[in-house]
């Protein structure tokens, strides 16, 4: 029992402190504690709290109006928004519809696809394949395209089963194939799976670039993204990009499809995209893609708040941020300084296993031995017990376990975007000191 209050939503075991305030990386409870964001909270807020430029962007349309029907009128902010978004993403992505988050965007995405299947005669193409293990949404839909076993379980026979294939997990390879090898590997399976679902069947590959709460983080060989971009075009399967967590500069480039110079026929943004300040998300497409919709009648999709000049306001204002402060290029140039401090703790930790991803999207994981590596009983709950010590000491970080085909406890050590250097070494200090107090309390149940 979560107390007398009606709100209904999940709780840690460890009741939370009431939110008071956000300052740039810093959030106070209402006891006056300090905790830096370590997460960015679900790696959202990218631009720090309570950024006054975009509050008085946003007060400034809120004096207008928060709310006109989209049917009704158009908006600036929704048109300026979307003009904006197009000009920050790679040419070829010059269609963009808005939502309120990521689940959302996840769906959107997939009804575009379909709606462009069978506005092009392509109607028998149905499948989306997705991979396991990955995190796209928590509505039925989005669910369904999730490889993350402990979500689905319980809803699992009212989901109608789509194909996944194993996301490369190379870290945990022990093979004596190359790099690009190993990636070239893991998108043969894509290829494997079209051809056992019937190509004519399969209408897209949904994949995060860079996984995010699912696996940690991970970053797939640069041959994994070139090849599987090969495979959609050549059996004609649309390529979805779930940036949900990775695009709007958190992976140091505004999307991460841009590291490998990959043009997804799809995107999904949400998280970063409204940084916290409205519930925003957006699907960016190929007018290829739109165009062929919208001659057969539109896109037969929309949600009520969806491009609402609050949150589209909000969505301006944080675009703009990124640009005129360099947010992207700090996040780039940053993740680099805290990457290799964590990168550091190596040596000082046994049980830290690996640490891996991009920009301002790093994680480590858990383990009980590097060298096979074998992850920590399940018992010692790691995953909860590091992330509540660190909560004490005041720095927020995220964790999961995955279950399934691996298991493993990884950190998502993902401050905002305008992190400075000084603020990494207060991180680093906050993370010394928990993973210290971790080690002595874990001392007896590693192996020797
Ligand atoms: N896709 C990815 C990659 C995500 O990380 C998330 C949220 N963790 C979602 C989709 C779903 O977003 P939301 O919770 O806003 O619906």
């Given at each position: 029992?979560?107390?007398?209050?009606?709100?209904?939503?999940?709780?840690?075991?460890?009741?939370?402190?009431?939110?008071?305030?956000?300052e740039?990386?810093?959030?106070?409870?209402?006891?006056?504690?300090?905790?830096?964001?370590g997460?960015?909270?679900?790696?959202?807020?990218?631009?720090?709290?309570?950024?006054?430029?975009?509050?008085?962007?946003?007060?400034?349309?809120?004096?207008?109006?928060?709310?006109?029907?989209?049917?009704?009128?158009?908006?600036?902010?929704?048109e300026?928004?979307?003009?904006?978004?197009?000009?920050?993403?790679?040419?070829g992505?010059?269609?963009?519809?808005?939502?309120?988050?990521?689940?959302?965007?996840?769906?959107?995405?997939?009804?575009?696809?379909?709606?462009?299947?069978?506005?092009?005669?392509?109607?028998?193409?149905?499948?989306?394949?997705?991979?396991?293990?990955?995190?796209?949404g928590?509505?039925?839909?989005?669910?369904?395209?999730?490889?993350?076993?402990?979500?689905?379980?319980?809803?699992?026979?009212?989901?109608?089963?789509?194909?996944?294939?194993?996301?490369?997990?190379?870290?945990?390879?022990?093979?004596?194939?190359?790099?690009?090898?190993?990636?070239?590997?893991?998108?043969?399976?894509?290829?494997?799976?079209?051809?056992?679902?019937?190509p004519?069947?399969?209408?897209?590959?949904?994949?995060?670039?860079?996984?995010?709460?699912?696996?940690?983080?991970?970053?797939?060989?640069?041959?994994?993204?070139?090849?599987?971009?090969?495979?959609c075009?050549?059996y004609?399967?649309?390529?979805?990009?779930?940036?949900?967590?990775?695009?709007?500069?958190?992976?140091?480039?505004?999307?991460?499809?841009?590291?490998?110079?990959?043009?997804?026929?799809?995107?999904?943004?949400?998280?970063?995209?409204?940084?916290?300040?409205?519930?925003?998300?957006?699907?960016?497409?190929?007018?290829?893609?739109?165009?062929?919709?919208?001659?057969?009648?539109?896109?037969?999709?929309?949600?009520?708040?969806?491009?609402?000049?609050?949150?589209?306001?909000?969505?301006?204002?944080?675009?703009?941020?990124?640009?005129?402060?360099?947010?992207?290029?700090?996040?780039?140039?940053?993740?680099?300084?805290?990457k290799?401090?964590?990168?550091?703790?190596?040596?000082?930790?046994?049980?830290?296993?690996?640490?891996?991803?991009?920009?301002?999207?790093?994680?480590?994981?858990?383990?009980a031995?590097?060298?096979?590596?074998?992850?920590?009983?399940?018992?010692?709950n790691?995953?909860?017990?590091?992330?509540?010590?660190?909560?004490?000491?005041?720095?927020?970080i995220?964790?999961?376990?995955?279950?399934?085909?691996y298991?493993?406890?990884?950190?998502?050590?993902?401050p905002?975007?305008?992190?400075?250097?000084a603020?990494?070494?207060e991180?680093?200090?906050?993370?010394?000191?928990s993973?210290?107090?971790?080690?002595d309390?874990?001392?007896?149940a590693?192996?020797?």
């Amino acid at each position: 029992m979560t107390g007398d209050s009606p709100y209904l939503f999940y709780q840690s075991r460890n009741p939370r402190p009431y939110l008071d305030r956000g300052e740039g990386i810093y959030l106070y409870d209402e006891s006056g504690k300090r905790y830096i964001d370590g997460s960015s909270g679900a790696m959202v807020s990218n631009i720090g709290h309570s950024n006054p430029r975009v509050l008085a962007k946003m007060k400034a349309q809120m004096d207008k109006a928060t709310f006109g029907y989209r049917l009704h009128f158009r908006t600036h902010p929704s048109e300026d928004l979307a003009a904006k978004t197009v000009s920050m993403c790679p040419q070829g992505l010059d269609r963009v519809f808005f939502v309120s988050g990521g689940s959302e965007a996840v769906e959107s995405a997939v009804k575009l696809a379909r709606q462009y299947a069978v506005a092009t005669g392509q109607g028998t193409r149905y499948r989306v394949i997705s991979r396991f293990p990955s995190y796209h949404g928590c509505t039925f839909g989005a669910l369904d395209l999730t490889g993350y076993e402990p979500l689905r379980a319980p809803f699992a026979p009212m989901m109608e089963g789509m194909p996944k294939i194993t996301a490369p997990t190379t870290y945990l390879d022990r093979d004596t194939l190359t790099e690009e090898e190993r990636g070239f590997r893991y998108a043969e399976l894509l290829r494997e799976q079209i051809e056992e679902a019937g190509p004519e069947t399969v209408l897209a590959f949904l994949m995060e670039p860079v996984g995010g709460a699912s696996t940690g983080a991970l970053v797939a060989p640069d041959s994994y993204y070139q090849r599987t971009r090969e495979i959609c075009e050549e059996y004609g399967v649309l390529l979805i990009y779930d940036e949900v967590m990775t695009g709007a500069g958190r992976t140091g480039k505004f999307l991460a499809a841009e590291h490998w110079g990959i043009t997804p026929d799809i995107v999904a943004l949400s998280k970063g995209f409204g940084a916290g300040y409205a519930p925003l998300g957006a699907i960016v497409a190929s007018s290829r893609i739109v165009e062929p919709v919208l001659d057969a009648g539109g896109f037969q999709h929309g949600f009520t708040y969806a491009g609402n000049p609050l949150a589209c306001s909000a969505g301006l204002a944080v675009l703009e941020e990124l640009e005129e402060q360099n947010l992207i290029e700090n996040a780039a140039r940053m993740g680099d300084v805290l990457k290799a401090r964590l990168e550091g703790l190596m040596s000082r930790y046994q049980f830290i296993g690996d640490v891996r991803g991009k920009g301002l999207l790093l994680a480590f994981e858990l383990v009980a031995d590097r060298s096979t590596m074998e992850p920590l009983p399940r018992e010692l709950n790691a995953y909860t017990r590091l992330v509540e010590i660190a909560y004490e000491q005041g720095l927020i970080i995220y964790s999961r376990r995955t279950r399934g085909g691996y298991e493993g406890d990884h950190f998502l050590i993902c401050p905002p975007l305008i992190v400075t250097k000084a603020q990494i070494e207060e991180i680093m200090n906050l993370l010394e000191a928990s993973l210290s107090r971790f080690a002595d309390e874990i001392a007896n149940a590693l192996p020797e």
